[in-house]
């Protein structure tokens, strides 16, 4: 008998998996957990049917999200992350020794433990002594924080379930008062192909620059989230990230396997039908 995972990516797509062995299956108090190991794609694991973190292309996700806002100012110290309970944005995070603290906040302790048992390739630096985990809601957590952190990450599920407040406007201009006057907010910004993500991106992206002076969006091709084509927002109060310093950048000597300073630059020029649902011409 053969198993497969599949994943509803519209009405009519599906996006299958051939799964050697269902790891691991648990309900917690916010969402149902599951993991699984594949051939093709490794370890991976799922909230409430859809993927999270595949041992394969996690890396891609995990550069252009850390990478990106990090080489744009190599002056962040402080840093908090939303969600992010798989620990891969805190391990890229941790190779920066400018960093002096990351503040993660999880909802869910359950993914945090159950990541740390069945994903050490993303969860291995959970234990870096600059990063403090708060299992909180991430909207509650920020309403009291002000002037404080230099870059925010919101590495969060999509808008459905506990994730939904962090696509608000309350949450949005919350993150504007707690950064500093040159901070940075990046968070994943679904993909532009599909409908129903299309239009949360776009309502996202309308809600972001209602607060930021400079809002850009970036893209990457992550084979297992739907339809592969995934943006993230860049939203700033000083720091454009086309005025990239290459050359400090490169000095860190840091190895990475997608990001690199051309991807950088590149990511930044989109289709011309992404730009125009960012415009809000659809
Ligand atoms: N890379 C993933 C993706 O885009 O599919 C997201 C990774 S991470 C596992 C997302 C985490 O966000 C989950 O562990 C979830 O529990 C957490 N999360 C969802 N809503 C949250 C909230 N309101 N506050 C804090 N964390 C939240």
């Not at 699984?36 to 973190?53: H, P, S």
């Not at 806002?69 to 962040?76: S, V």
């Not at 506990?162 to 919350?174: C, I």
């Amino acid at each position: 008998m053969e198993l497969w995972y599949t994943e509803q990516h519209t009405e009519y797509v599906r996006f299958s998996i051939k799964v050697d062995k269902h790891l691991y299956s648990g309900q917690s108090e916010y969402q149902r957990i599951d993991v699984f190991e594949a051939k093709e794609f490794g370890t991976f694991f799922t909230l409430d049917g859809l993927m999270m973190v595949t041992e394969k292309d996690e890396f891609i996700y995990h550069d252009m999200i850390v990478h990106v806002p990090m080489a744009t100012n190599l002056g962040i110290k402080k840093v908090l992350v939303i969600g992010a309970g798989d620990g891969g944005t805190i391990r890229e995070l941790t190779r920066y020794q400018t960093i002096e603290t990351i503040d993660m906040v999880e909802i869910d302790k359950m993914v945090v433990e159950v990541c740390r048992k069945y994903l050490p390739q993303t969860a291995c630096r959970l234990d870096d002594p600059r990063v403090n985990i708060f299992y909180e809601d991430g909207l509650r957590f920020i309403r009291a924080k002000e002037n404080y952190y230099d870059l925010i990450i919101v590495d969060s599920t999509d808008p459905f379930g506990p994730g939904e407040g962090l696509f608000t406007k309350e949450f949005y201009g919350s993150c504007y008062k707690a950064l500093k006057q040159d901070g940075i907010l990046v968070n994943q910004h679904e993909n532009p192909y599909y409908e129903i993500y299309a239009s949360s991106m776009q309502r996202a992206h309308q809600r972001i620059m209602e607060f930021f002076p400079i809002c850009r969006v970036y893209q990457a091709h992550i084979p297992t989230y739907p339809s592969g084509h995934w943006l993230f927002g860049f939203a700033s109060k000083k720091f454009d990230p086309l005025n990239l310093d290459e050359k400090a950048w490169h000095s860190l000597g840091l190895k990475t396997k997608y990001y690199n300073t051309d991807i950088h630059k590149g990511s930044f020029a989109l289709p011309t039908y992404v730009q125009e649902l960012l415009a809000g011409d659809k």
